[in-house]
C-alpha cells in the first residue's frame, strides 16, 4: 500500500534536487500535457481582432 501511494506521488509532483538548501522546500505539481488543437494559434487573440486583422488586410490592399 505504500509503495502505491508514493507511486502516485512521484507521478504527480516533480521532486528535484535543490542546488541550494535553505531549510524551505516547495512542491510544484507536474503540468499536464494537452494535445495541441489544430487551430490553436488561433486562440490568444479573440474572434473579433482576427477579423478586424482581416478587413485591414484587405482594406489595404484595395488601397495598394
Excluded: E
Excluded at 4 to 26: R, V
Excluded at 28 to 38: G, T
Amino acid at each position: 500500500m505504500i509503495k502505491f501511494f508514493h507511486l502516485k506521488i512521484f507521478k504527480a509532483i516533480d521532486f528535484t534536487k535543490p542546488f541550494l538548501t535553505l531549510g524551505i522546500n516547495i512542491l510544484f505539481k507536474k503540468a499536464q500535457r494537452v494535445k495541441p488543437k489544430l487551430f490553436g494559434f488561433f486562440q490568444p487573440l479573440s474572434i473579433d481582432v482576427w477579423l478586424y486583422m482581416i478587413a485591414a488586410y484587405f482594406g489595404l490592399f484595395n488601397l495598394i
